[in-house]
C-alpha cells in the first residue's frame, strides 16, 4: 500500500507512525476481522513538501480461507 503525505505545517515532521488497519472480508461481504499494523513514517517531512511511503500488508493465509479477500480500509497516522 502506498500512502502520500504532505506537511502543510511549518516545521519539519521528524518522527511518526502510520497504523494500516486490514479487513478480512468474507465471501458475502461480511467483515470477520480487522487486523493492524504499524510502522514508522518515511522521515523528515519538510514544511510545504511531499512525502510517500509503500508498506507490505501482510495476513497469515489462514486468516483469508477460499472465497474471502482483504482490503485495508483504515490509515491512522501520528506525528510529532
Not at 467483515?31 to 518515511?42: E, V, Y
Not at 512525502?51 to 479477500?69: E, F, I, K, N, Q
Request: charged share 15%; glycine share 12%.
Amino acid at each position: 500500500m502506498t500512502v502520500e503525505f504532505r506537511n502543510s505545517g511549518g516545521t519539519a515532521v521528524r518522527s511518526g507512525t502510520i497504523t494500516l488497519g486490514t479487513h478480512i472480508i468474507g465471501a458475502l461481504g461480511v467483515d470477520w476481522a480487522t487486523i493492524t499494523s504499524t510502522r514508522p513514517l518515511p522521515v523528515p517531512v519538510a514544511p510545504g513538501s511531499r512525502r510517500s511511503g509503500t508498506w507490505t500488508v501482510c495476513v497469515d493465509d489462514w486468516r483469508v480461507p477460499l472465497g474471502m479477500h482483504v482490503e485495508t480500509r483504515i490509515v491512522t497516522v501520528a506525528w510529532s
